[in-house]
Nanobody, 115 residues
Framework: QVQLVETGGGLVQAGESLRLSCAVS????????MAWYRQAPGKQREVVAI???????NYAESVKGRFTISRDNTKNTVYLQMNSLKPEDTAVYYC?????????WGQGTQVTVSS
């Protein structure tokens, strides 16, 4: 069974940075596109960024130029570097497959940005 463990969240002020990590176990990690998602209170979960198995990336318009997704296939880990954080980035962040049937969701990591 695939396990997803997200870490790196926290409370920061607007303009600061955070780096999220997601360790993936029990899957053929290198063959799958991976993505970061987020869910703010009272809102639906949305995709933030996707990295393909070969490393190409796509971003939601709201984070373009501020967030960078990357992956390390030797460590079965996907990262999200978040710069110039805004209060509207406040959410629980999750990782999962970027396409196909999702794995069981992890617990996520809370990101809170104060103004």
């Amino acid at each position: 069974q695939v396990q997803l463990v997200e870490t790196g969240g926290g409370l920061v002020q607007a303009g600061e940075s955070l780096r999220l990590s997601c360790a993936v176990s029990g899957s053929t990690f290198s063959l799958n596109a991976m993505a970061w998602y987020r869910q703010a209170p009272g809102k639906q979960r949305e995709v933030v960024a996707i990295v393909s198995s070969r490393g190409s990336t796509n971003y939601a318009e709201s984070v373009k130029g501020r967030f960078t997704i990357s992956r390390d296939n030797t460590k079965n880990t996907v990262y999200l570097q978040m710069n110039s954080l805004k209060p509207e980035d406040t959410a629980v962040y999750y990782c999962n497959r970027g396409s196909g049937v999702a794995y069981s969701w992890g617990q996520g990591t809370q990101v809170t940005v104060s103004s």
